[in-house]
């Protein structure tokens, strides 16, 4: 239904931009939306792992020991997700500086979606 309406667009990270994106969680912990049942598991671990009660918890170190958890389980659904969208990576992120050079990328993994029916995203 999304994508009758939207164009999704998945921006595929490597190993280098997932280290890149936990170091700066890490610096500056935010609130993230975990699934319940995820929660609950990443809690358990931390828990575990830490040797800590949850009344001696420090919610930040929590943050930051879920954080790249949180990022892996979540890759298969965008990649599958971006069956219905494009997919561009960081890298070509870094040149856009305005909403034409955001479109202009996006018309690029169109035309590349376009030439090579194999490609899902």
Known sequence: EVSAH???VWIKGSEAHRAE???????APKPMFYR?????????????ESGLTADKADPDAFLRFGYARLL???QPRYEAMARW????????????ASPADF????????????ADPTLTA
């Open 36 to 48: 319940p049942e995820f929660l609950l598991t990443v809690w358990a671990d931390y828990l575990a």
């Open 85 to 96: 969208g494009v997919t561009v990576t960081p890298e070509d992120l870094a040149g856009v």
């Open 21 to 27: 994106l936990c170091r700066r969680f890490d610096r």
């Open 103 to 114: 479109d202009a990328l996006v018309a690029r993994a169109l035309d590349r979606r376009a």
């Open 72 to 74: 892996d389980s979540r």
């Open 6 to 8: 939207l164009l999704p």
